[in-house]
């Protein structure tokens, strides 16, 4: 016996009641429990659909859908890295290499300057400023997200891109240099370049995070979901 298609929304539902917010990871449990329920109505062809479906569910032990969010969340996880460093990486290769490079001696130079380090003080306070900013526009964002029946995990985290990390690493380096005055033009020049090397990656991977991916985001979800597109279709 088939299920109707009622009762696959019937399912749906269920998971959601059940703390399951993703599309992708209801879809892969409504299907698990498709499968369970009409194996189960082959050995008992008169139980009732809510039976069955209770039945099916109570296979995932105690902890009920836990086990399965968090693997998917964790294959999810990689799967962003994956993305953020397949963007990050693209500045290490022609043409972006050459802005990159002239970004690191840039800093360099800069770094030689006496009192560099106020105006470095400077850059990261408006960097923290930006990315308190754009962290309040993803919580809205995210407002509207929970209000839309589907919504697939890698755009919920794309969307929050890791709830303003950014401006947390650079608030961290604008305390330690303000606590410590570090004048970088006393600094040995090997020294000097590594700080701009850092400087420049962390301001890449800020970038990449922040802007890029939250603009390639449509792209990205088609290219991980081919079902994404199909269910868009009839949104206005």
Partial sequence: MKLQETQIDNLYKFTRKHYVYHYDVQTELVDHLANDIEQIWEEHPNLKFEDARDKAFKK????????????????????????????????????????????????????????????????????????????????????????????????????????????ILFLNIFNLMNAFKVDFSQLENHWLLLIACLATATGILFYVTSFLMPQKAEELLQETYPEYKLSHLNLP
């Fill in 60 to 167: 995932f032990g105690i902890f009920g859908f836990l086990d399965v969010i968090e693997a998917k969340q964790k294959q999810m996880n990689k799967r962003y890295r994956k993305i953020m460093w397949r963007f990050f990486s693209e500045w290490f290769t022609m043409p972006k290499l050459m802005t990159t490079l002239a970004s690191i001696i840039g800093l360099f130079c800069l770094l030689k300057i006496s009192f560099s380090q106020y105006f470095l003080l400077g850059v990261l306070f408006v960097l923290v400023v930006i990315d308190l900013v754009n962290l309040t526009k993803r919580r809205k964002a995210q407002k509207k997200l929970k209000k839309k029946d589907k919504v697939f995990l890698l755009e919920a985290m794309i969307g929050d891109t890791r709830n303003g990390f950014s401006g």
